[in-house]
């Protein structure tokens, strides 16, 4: 007995010392021949000056998973070193507290917080939109278009006001979609 209770008031210890708003990304490549490539994770609004501990970090994919872990909150891109990134997709992520899934591949995804979910269902309606409007212009249908790019804008809006103006979400999507005010 007390010797699991010295277990558990280490455990409590040990949780009680780890960073409450620490990002991990939990990373995977779909693709095997990946293997050994450096992934980074950059800024994905400021430019990067030079590579630096506060807006750059790489690490390596060993058997097809790869893991970043910070503190610092900002839209991320994850992207595969230049001489390997053909047939994948780079992909945005908010590097917020908590834990992050992502694959990265032909279609990279990501989910696990509150904006990293609200950033991949942004993502899948940008890429059908696209689509779509691209179709429409292509018949010959402008107003049409010009309408679904209507309403997809104020989704994007919607969806900032939603997560918060201030969140690192919502002023990117405001930063492409202003109030007109």
């Not at 007995?1 to 558990?8: D, E, L, T, V, Y």
């Not at 429409?136 to 249908?141: D, R, T």
Request: hydrophobic share 35%; net charge neutral.
């Amino acid at each position: 007995m007390k010797r699991i209770f010295s277990f558990a008031v280490i455990a409590i210890l040990l949780a009680s010392c780890a960073p409450k708003n620490q990002f991990r990304i939990h990373g995977y490549v779909s693709n095997p021949d990946l293997e050994g490539a450096c992934i980074f994770l950059v800024p994905a609004t400021e430019p990067v000056n030079l590579p630096s501990k506060d807006n750059l970090d790489s690490t390596f994919i060993k058997d097809q998973k790869f893991e970043f872990k910070g503190e610092v909150e900002r839209l991320g891109d994850l992207r595969i070193e230049a001489m390997r990134r053909i047939g994948t997709q780079n992909l945005l992520v908010v590097t917020e507290p908590g834990d992050i899934y992502v694959t990265i591949g032909e279609k990279s995804s990501g989910y696990g917080t509150r904006q990293n979910d609200s950033l991949e269902v942004w993502k899948n309606l940008t890429e059908s939109t696209r689509s779509l409007t691209v179709a429409m212009l292509q018949s010959g249908c402008k107003e049409e278009a010009d309408s679904t790019h209507a309403a997809y804008k104020s989704r994007s809006q919607n969806m900032a006001h939603a997560l918060g103006d201030g969140s690192t979400l919502g002023k990117f999507l405001l930063s492409l979609y202003p109030d007109k005010k």
